[in-house]
Each structure stands twice: as structure tokens, then as C-alpha cells.
């Protein structure tokens, strides 16, 4: 088995904008994530958002972001993001890339005193991280999941009992906020 190899992780800035589109260009083998982030690092409604890039050497190879979002109908005051997308490229996959970047970004984001993470994705994937599904928890997508998906709809408390103590349904930043993003 390859032994996991350690990855240097940077917060991307305007400068890196050129890998941050290559890694989610090559990740997932098509334009479209790359110009949903291109346009979520141009969206003022998506601010403040946490981008971090990967590295291998010199060689950019995964890329996190996180961006804000408002839940609606909460009383509780609880501030929250959502992780979209996460990309690592094929040759850098299975090596902890994506565990490393997932949980600096979650680091940062306590910091920031966020107390909520929101993902759309893999539902194999995002609970070894600690996510659990959201949708019967009172915390709902934006759009509807088909019920096919709905373990896909997860959420992260970053402070234990914030879950219980909120509700209410997650509106994205205008980028995010269109039902094309939420049907798979
Ligand atoms: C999904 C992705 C981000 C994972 O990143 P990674 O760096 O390869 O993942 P890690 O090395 O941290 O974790 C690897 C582990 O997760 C598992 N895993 C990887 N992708 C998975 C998936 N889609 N579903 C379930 N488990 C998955 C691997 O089997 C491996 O398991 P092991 O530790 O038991 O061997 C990466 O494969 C990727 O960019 N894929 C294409 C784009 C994509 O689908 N992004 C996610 C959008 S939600």
C-alpha cells in the first residue's frame, strides 16, 4: 500500500485563481465546477468564503471551497457555510488529499466562529469527516432532494449541540442558488 505522503496546504488567493480552475477542471473532467467556481470567487452574496489549495511540491493538486449561507426561519443566531466544491485530480486521489483539505477548512471555519457546514456530495464520503445527514435534523437544502438522495444532504456541527439547538432552510449564495446545482 502507498504510505499518505504529506500535502502543503495554502489559502488560494487571486494569484492562484489559474490553478484553483485546473485542479477543478482536471478533478472532475469537465468545465462546468470550474466556472461555478469562478463565479462563486466573484460573488459579493458568497462572502466571506474559505479557499484553500493543495500542493505537491510546486504541483497544485485539490482545492476546497467554502462559501457563506444564511439559514432561514433560525432564531438561534448560529452563523454557517457550505463546502462546494471539494477537487482533487485523479493523480493525487486516495492519498488524503481530500481528508487534509476538508479538515483545515473546517479548522479555519471554527475559528471564524461558523458553526454549521452544509455539503451536497458523496454520502460514503463526508461522514468519515463527521457529517451526518440534514434533512430530517429540520435543516433543509434549498432547493428539495428526491428522497432517492436525501443522504446526500449533510451537515457538520462545529460546536457539539449546535444541530439541536437549530433549524430552518439553508439559502445560498446567488451563485448556488439555482435548482440546477441541487438535482443530482
Ligand atoms: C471525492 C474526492 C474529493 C476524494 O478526495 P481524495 O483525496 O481522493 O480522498 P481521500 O484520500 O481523503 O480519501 C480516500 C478515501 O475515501 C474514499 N472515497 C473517495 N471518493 C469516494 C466517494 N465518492 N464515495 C465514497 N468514498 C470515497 C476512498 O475509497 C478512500 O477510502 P479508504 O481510505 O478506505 O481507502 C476526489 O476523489 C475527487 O475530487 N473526485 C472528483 C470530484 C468529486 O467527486 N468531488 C466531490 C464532490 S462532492
Not at 471564524?112 to 456530495?121: A, D, E, H, K, M
Request: net charge negative; proline share 8%; aromatic share 6%.
Amino acid at each position: 500500500m502507498e504510505s499518505k505522503k504529506k500535502y502543503q496546504i495554502k489559502e488560494a488567493d487571486k494569484s492562484d485563481l489559474k490553478a484553483v480552475l485546473y485542479v477543478e477542471k482536471v478533478a472532475f473532467g469537465y468545465e462546468k465546477e470550474a466556472e461555478l467556481v469562478n463565479d462563486l470567487l466573484g460573488d459579493p452574496t458568497a462572502k466571506p468564503i474559505i479557499s484553500l489549495l493543495a500542493f505537491d511540491d510546486d504541483e497544485p493538486v485539490g482545492h476546497i471551497l467554502l462559501t457563506k449561507v444564511i439559514l432561514e426561519g433560525d432564531t438561534s443566531g448560529i452563523s454557517a457555510m457550505i463546502l462546494a466544491p471539494l477537487a482533487v485530480i485523479p493523480e493525487a486521489q486516495n492519498k488524503g488529499v481530500g481528508g487534509a483539505l476538508i479538515r483545515e477548512a473546517l479548522r479555519q471555519a471554527a475559528q471564524q466562529n461558523i458553526g454549521l457546514v452544509f455539503v451536497l456530495g458523496h454520502p460514503d464520503y463526508y461522514p468519515r469527516h463527521g457529517f451526518r445527514p440534514a434533512g430530517h435534523l429540520g435543516l433543509d437544502a434549498p432547493y428539495p432532494i428526491p428522497p432517492e438522495n436525501a443522504g446526500a444532504w449533510m451537515v457538520m456541527e462545529l460546536r457539539p449541540g449546535l444541530i439541536d439547538s437549530a433549524h430552518g432552510v439553508v439559502k445560498c449564495a446567488a451563485t448556488l442558488d439555482r435548482p440546477e446545482h441541487w438535482r443530482e
